[in-house]
T-cell receptor, first 114, second 114 residues
Framework: DTEVTQTPKHLVMGMTNKKSLKCEQH?????MYWYKQKAKKPPELMFV???????INESVPSRFSPECPNSSLLNLHLHALQPEDSALYLC?????????????FGDGTRLSIL | QKEVEQNSGPLSVPEGAIASLNCTYS??????FFWYRQYSGKSPELIMF????GDKEDGRFTAQLNKASQYVSLLIRDSQPSDSATYLC??????????????FGKGTHLIIQP
C-alpha cells in the first residue's frame, strides 16, 4: 500500500468514451505528477503541478487533460484515446515544490483502450 | 535533453552476494538522484536517494554518487531472491525554480539466484 491513492486500478474503455483517472495524497505534498509507462519501458513524464498550477506539460496530446482541484487531488481526464494510449498511468507526489525531494508513486491505473 | 543510461541486463547475482547497479547521466547540472525498485506489474518504489558526492547507506543498500564522473551506483549487500526486480535510476534538477519531473533510465533487470 502507498500513501498516494489512485483510482480506478484498472480501466477498459472504447475510443469514443470519456473517463477520468483520480489521484489523492494527504501528505501535504505541494507537487504532483502524471507519468505514463508502457510495458518494459521506464515511466515518462506527462504533467507536473506545483502549488496546484500546471508547471510542465511534456507535449502531451490534448486528448489527455489534467486537473488539480486542490492540493490533495489530481485528475486526468481522458477523451477519444487511441489504442497506443494503453499503458500504466502513474501518479506521484513530492514535498518540495521544486521537485527535488523524492517522488512517491501510487499503485497506478492500468488502462486498456479497445 | 537529459539522458540517463543504465545497462538493461539481466544482471544475475548469487544469493548472499553483492549486487552492483550502475547509472550515468548527461546533465551536469542535475541535483538529485534516486533509485527505484519495480516489480513486474507494480509501480516504482523508492529505495534510495542521494544529493551529495560520496556514499549513503541504508540497511543493505548503499548509494554512491560521483558528480565529476556523472555516475551513480547502487550496491545491494547480502542479496535475497526478493531483491529480484527492475531497478530504475532517476535524475532531477536543476528545476529552474519550479517543480520538475524525473528522467528515468531504462532500468536494470536484476535476478538473484537462490
Amino acid at each position: 500500500d502507498t500513501e498516494v491513492t489512485q483510482t480506478p486500478k484498472h480501466l477498459v474503455m472504447g475510443m469514443t468514451n470519456k473517463k477520468s483517472l483520480k489521484c489523492e495524497q494527504h501528505m501535504g505534498h505541494r507537487a504532483m505528477y502524471w507519468y505514463k509507462q508502457k510495458a518494459k519501458k521506464p515511466p515518462e513524464l506527462m504533467f507536473v503541478y506545483s502549488y496546484e498550477k500546471l508547471s510542465i506539460n511534456e507535449s502531451v496530446p490534448s486528448r489527455f487533460s489534467p486537473e488539480c482541484p486542490n492540493s490533495s487531488l489530481l485528475n486526468l481526464h481522458l477523451h477519444a484515446l487511441q489504442p497506443e494510449d494503453s499503458a500504466l498511468y502513474l501518479c506521484a507526489s513530492s514535498q518540495d515544490h521544486r521537485g527535488l525531494q523524492p517522488q512517491h508513486f501510487g499503485d497506478g491505473t492500468r488502462l486498456s483502450i479497445l | 535533453q537529459k539522458e540517463v543510461e543504465q545497462n538493461s541486463g539481466p544482471l544475475s547475482v548469487p544469493e548472499g552476494a553483492i549486487a552492483s547497479l550502475n547509472c550515468t547521466y548527461s546533465d551536469r547540472g542535475s541535483q538529485s538522484f534516486f533509485w527505484y525498485r519495480q516489480y513486474s506489474g507494480k509501480s516504482p518504489e523508492l529505495i534510495m536517494f542521494i544529493y551529495s558526492n560520496g556514499d549513503k547507506e541504508d540497511g543493505r543498500f548503499t548509494a554512491q554518487l560521483n558528480k565529476a564522473s556523472q555516475y551513480v551506483s547502487l550496491l545491494i549487500r547480502d542479496s535475497q531472491p526478493s531483491d529480484s526486480a527492475t531497478y530504475l535510476c532517476a535524475v532531477n534538477g536543476p528545476s529552474g525554480g519550479g517543480a520538475d519531473g524525473l528522467t528515468f533510465g531504462k532500468g536494470t533487470h536484476l535476478i538473484i539466484q537462490p
